[in-house]
């Protein structure tokens, strides 16, 4: 099967549930059994909790393990991906900070792309160090020179492709393969791609994260994350998930599988608008640049071209030259359409200035001018340039 396929059909069980298209939402804690001994076979069954539960072992034996809501989202998020495993967390970042902690031990090192989402940075620098564990930020573009950064205590390279400020694309086949040579785990930050448009482990990831809140969500309405593994990785993983109590709201599961069903058709949109809007964006006076993986002069592009089979919504804008902050903040609040706020990956278009500079430490980020992040929504492409339009009369030097 196709994916739009699959993100139609996975997880469903409409004969399980007396033909709703969708899964009842099961608000749950205490999970009720006919005896004792069912009730004592199901909490052992736990320590070996098969997460994605298609039968293979006992049914569980409390809420916190999971629920049929959260089985559908997760067997969905497997299908999609080719993983074998899904943990669903309570957001994108938890996420994070659950595949590297399943993986790590004090005194081990991890290798982390310096175009990272920067509350990953931050929890690598403030909160892993603090348990004995060394992080060496690298070039995104760094390619197979990453194994002159491989020590022996090196566990984890992550690796986030394009990073979602500075859209590099990374080489991931070349890092993952140096990697396998020293048996250290390729973990990915798919969230901008999303499963729809690269496909992690056929390019050598071993663990791959989804912000959930982005595009599988949908609709700016739920923060969620996802883990998803292989084989291979389910044993550290299932365990940490286990012992760290994470949980989340079956109410949450549910509007993220409702999100994901369209995702196919919305993600076509977004990158159709985004395409067009940076197509008109380069001609403007005020632009040096666009940071877009889809355009062909993106330094990325070939490597993006090789690897994924769509761009999404999100991109970056250096203007000429760097314009003072009154001028940029005029422009933005000038706009209609365009909402001021972070995340993306919901319905409608959003714009910010920021400063992508405050979060590297071992490559440059220089540009000749200010940067603006604009993510494409689903509004029609015409009033979004529009807006743009009326609003760069608002940027004066
Ligand atoms: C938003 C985001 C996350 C984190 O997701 P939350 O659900 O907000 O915690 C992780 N990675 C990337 C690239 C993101 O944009």
């Known amino acids: ?91 994108g970042l938890s996420a994070i900070s659950l595949a590297i902690t399943s993986l790590v031990n004090h005194g081990d090192h991890i290798l982390v792309s310096d175009s990272v989402y920067g509350p990953t940075r931050r929890f690598c620098i403030k909160d892993l160090s603090r348990f004995g564990i060394e992080t060496t930020f690298y070039d995104p573009q760094i390619g197979s020179g990453i194994k002159d950064l491989i020590k022996p205590n090196t566990k984890v390279i992550f ?112 990158q159709e608008n985004a395409l067009s809007i940076t197509t008109w964006l380069k001609k403007r006076p005020e632009v040096s640049r666009i940071l877009y993986p889809a355009l062909p002069e993106h330094p ?26 009154e001028a940029i903040y005029k422009f933005i609040d000038s706009l209609k359409l365009f909402g001021i706020g972070c995340s993306w990956g919901g319905f409608e278009s959003l714009i910010l200035s920021l400063n992508p500079g405050i979060s590297r430490s071992v490559t440059k980020w220089e540009p000749e001018g200010s940067y603006i992040r604009v993510y494409a929504g689903l509004e029609n492409v015409d009033d979004l340039i529009g807006d743009l339009e009326q609003g760069f009369k608002h940027l004066k030097p």
């Open 1 to 91: 099967m196709k994916k739009e396929t699959l993100i139609v059909h996975a997880g469903r069980k409409p004969e399980k549930q007396s033909g709703s298209v969708n899964p009842a939402i099961y608000q749950t804690s205490t999970i009720l059994f006919p005896t004792q001994e069912a009730y004592d076979n199901a909490a052992r069954g736990e320590e070996y909790y098969d997460p994605i539960f298609e039968g293979k072992t006992t049914d569980p034996s409390y809420g916190l393990a999971a629920t049929p809501t959260i089985f559908a989202l997760q067997e969905a998020l497997c299908k999609l991906d080719g993983a074998d495993y899904a943990f669903i967390t309570p957001s």
């Open 159 to 270: 690796v986030e492709s394009p990073g979602s400020l500075t859209f590099e694309i990374q080489d991931i086949p070349a890092i993952a393969k140096e990697a396998k040579k020293h048996n250290i785990a390729v973990v990915m930050d798919n969230s901008w791609a999303s499963p729809l448009y690269f496909d992690s482990f056929s390019h050598g990831v071993d663990i791959c994260i989804h912000a959930i809140t982005k595009y599988i969500g949908g609709h700016s309405d739920i923060v969620l994350g996802a883990v998803t593994c292989r084989k291979d990785y389910a044993e550290p993983l299932t365990k940490h998930f286990k012992f760290s109590g994470l949980h989340v709201s079956p109410q949450d599961c549910y509007l993220a599988l409702r999100g994901l069903r369209t995702m196919a058709v919305r993600l076509k949109q977004h």
């Open 300 to 325: 990325g592009h070939d490597l993006w071209k090789r690897d994924f089979t769509g761009a999404t919504g999100l991109f970056g804008i250096i203007l000429k030259k760097h314009y003072p902050k």
